[in-house]
């Protein structure tokens, strides 16, 4: 078999020919749809390291961006950046090359290492734009970078964050127990540290443990001087399980489901024997004269006193 030239430095980028056909000699006319073998390299690499990163990037995220989730969002897409080794192009650390370098000719051209960066800062950025909302895509539209996408995102945040946490720990703080169950109360409560832990501002037990001590009706006195008076300090889990315990002791005492007029009740028949002994019986008020209508009276006209039978 007749041996095949190796043929460089120039590659057709019409497609590329073997055998007798690549031994032509080269017109000036064709040699512009021709590229040097350095340039055909360059741009090799560049499309292995975008499938590298993208593969590196890993799948798109399950929890799109919206304007109540960033730091769960954020949770998710940060660490495949940093996985990948590219926290540079989301927070300006990496900044693009130039376009152009000038070559040996004193003729600029086309920088490699800026083809290089452009194809990982827009896989970056194809990265994070997948994973957001219809109506976040909408308000970062005009970022170009992943620098810009970042810090815009970040901004666009901070403030809505910020006013969610405020409010979360007003309401903390405001929650009664009222007529819930502690069941009921204490999810409530927990749901709200779990807003405020969403929200980069995560309680720890004895502080979730103090708002809910505060929304406690006095019932429970009980229960709270014993949790506070522990030399070590309780968790809210146990905390919850002793309010359960002293709530089910509660609804034994009065009944599974006591009457709201109970009380009253009781109070109703305590003030009914009270007017039984105060009523104007046959003894009446005053046994000895006065304004009553009593037994004994006395008889100014004869001095005596009558015995009534």
């Known amino acids: ?22 031994s032509h000699k080269l017109s000036h006319g064709n040699r512009a749809n021709l590229y040097p073998l ?8 560049n499309s292995v390291a975008g499938d ?14 919206t304007k109540t989730n960033y730091t769960l969002w954020k949770l998710q897409v940060l660490p495949a950046i940093r996985g990948a080794q590219f926290t540079g192009l989301i ?9 152009e370098i000038e070559g040996t000719n004193k003729v600029m051209e086309p920088n490699p290492a800026y083809a290089t960066w452009l194809a990982q800062d827009q896989q970056v950025f194809g990265y994070i734009v997948n994973s957001l909302s219809k109506e976040m895509m909408k308000q970062v539209s005009h970022c170009d970078t992943s620098a810009s996408l970042w810090k815009a995102l970040e901004e666009l945040c901070a403030s809505q964050t910020r006013a969610r946490a405020v409010n979360t720990r007003i309401a903390l703080a405001t929650t009664k127990k009222g007529t819930m169950s502690i069941d009921e109360y204490v999810g409530k409560m927990k749901a709200y540290a779990d807003e405020l832990a969403a929200a980069g501002k995560a309680l720890d037990d004895e ?13 429970y006195n009980p229960v709270i001087s014993a949790a506070l008076g522990r030399v070590e300090p309780i968790s809210v889990t146990e905390l919850t399980s002793q309010l359960l315990a002293f709530e089910q002791r509660m609804n034994l005492y ?12 009781v109070a109703s028949r305590g003030r009914g ?6 009523g104007r019986g046959a003894h009446g ?4 004269g006065g304004r009553g209508r009593g037994n004994f009276n006395n008889n100014s006209s004869s001095g005596k006193q009558k015995v009534q039978c």
């Open 1 to 22: 078999m007749p041996r095949q030239r190796l043929f460089l430095p120039y590659i057709n980028t019409r497609g590329l020919h073997g055998g007798k056909h690549a």
């Open 38 to 45: 350095p340039r055909i390299i360059a741009m090799a690499t």
């Open 52 to 65: 590298l990163l993208s593969s590196a990037l890993g799948h798109p995220v399950t929890e799109k961006l």
């Open 91 to 99: 927070d300006g650390s990496k900044a693009a090359p130039a376009k």
């Open 207 to 219: 502080e979730l443990i103090s708002f809910i001590i505060t929304g406690l009706d006095l019932d």
């Open 254 to 265: 009065q009944g599974s489901s006591p009457s709201p007029n109970f009380s009253a009740n």
């Open 273 to 278: 024997g009270g007017r039984m002994s105060r």
């Open 285 to 288: 008020r005053g046994n000895n």
